[in-house]
């Protein structure tokens, strides 16, 4: 499988965070991680690129980076916690 696109969207406080979607099923997954990972270096590691095409190969799968992971540019400064956890924070 080739891998996706890495793209970028920006929060309300202005980091941004990396995000891909890949496969084509007729389910839609979102794919959440542990605290910090990087996107672009999951498909190097042999058994997570193996899941990943297997589940792409089912469902439409949307995964995110974490604003402290390198696939992410803006650098987080610190981390708020809220309600529906921690929020990285780029100022």
Do not use: K
Request: glycine share 10%; aromatic share 8%.
């Amino acid at each position: 499988m080739l891998r996706p696109e890495t793209r970028y969207a920006r929060s309300a406080d202005g980091v941004h965070i990396a995000w891909q979607v890949h496969g084509a099923g007729p389910l839609d997954l979102v794919l959440v991680h542990g605290f910090v990972s990087n996107l672009e270096l999951h498909w190097e590691e042999p058994g997570l690129a193996h899941l990943l095409s297997r589940l792409g190969g089912f469902a439409r799968v949307g995964r995110s980076s974490t604003s402290a992971a390198p696939a992410s540019p803006t650098p987080f400064r610190t981390f708020r916690r809220s309600r529906r956890g921690w929020t990285a924070c780029g100022r």
